[in-house]
């Protein structure tokens, strides 16, 4: 596969999410992960414009809110609107499947304030890698689902002797000149 890297790949502006219900969804990372919201937007509907540019049915309308994940990520909420929107969310085993994961102190304390919050769900207990992946013995771990179902990690690596390089902050300030060419 030579000769396909993109030009100018400098690095990850955004994660994106469609949620049913965007204000709920802002008001769970503002509270619960320090977000900021940025901005927000609509567009639709536009039978020429949506199925064109985002892939969806003539009559989707969208609004969206641009949140800031102190240190480093912006995250996209979609909200849409469609005669036929599936409200189902693919398991984390189907095609599409997806979660996102937030890097904590220590999961314990995390998890003992979602278990207050209304329609959150823990899954399981948190875990911790033993020997069988060696390279992370020590990860702590676990998952939980927000009230309208996204699935989120959270992990703490603080115990985990020679860690591989994962991006974190030490790579915030040096990172400036953009990906290298292997």
Not at 13 to 33: G, K, M, N, Q, R
Not at 38 to 64: C, H, I, K, W
Not at 78 to 97: E, I, K, L, N, V
Request: aromatic share 10%.
């Amino acid at each position: 596969m030579t000769g396909r890297r993109l030009p100018g790949v400098r690095y990850v502006d955004h994660a994106a999410y469609t949620v049913p219900d965007l204000d709920e969804a802002v008001s769970f990372f503002v509270e619960v992960f320090g977000a900021e919201e940025l901005y927000r937007s609509t567009r639709g509907p536009d039978a020429g414009f949506m199925p064109e540019n985002f892939d969806v049915p003539a009559d989707a309308q969208l609004e969206l809110a641009m949140l800031r994940m102190p240190p480093n990520l912006n995250l996209e909420l979609f909200q849409w609107r469609t005669a036929d929107r599936r409200s189902q969310h693919p398991r984390h085993s189907d095609a599409g499947g997806h979660h996102l994961c937030f890097t904590v102190d220590d999961v314990d304390d995390s998890f003992e304030i979602l278990r207050k919050i209304p329609g959150v769900r823990i899954l399981g207990e948190r875990k911790e890698v033993a020997g069988d992946s060696p390279a992370v013995a020590g990860n702590r771990w676990g998952y939980f689902v927000t009230p309208w179902g996204l699935l989120i990690e959270l992990v703490d690596r603080s115990r985990v002797q020679n860690p591989p390089h994962l991006v974190g902050p030490a790579d915030w300030t040096t990172y400036t000149e953009g990906p290298t060419s292997s």
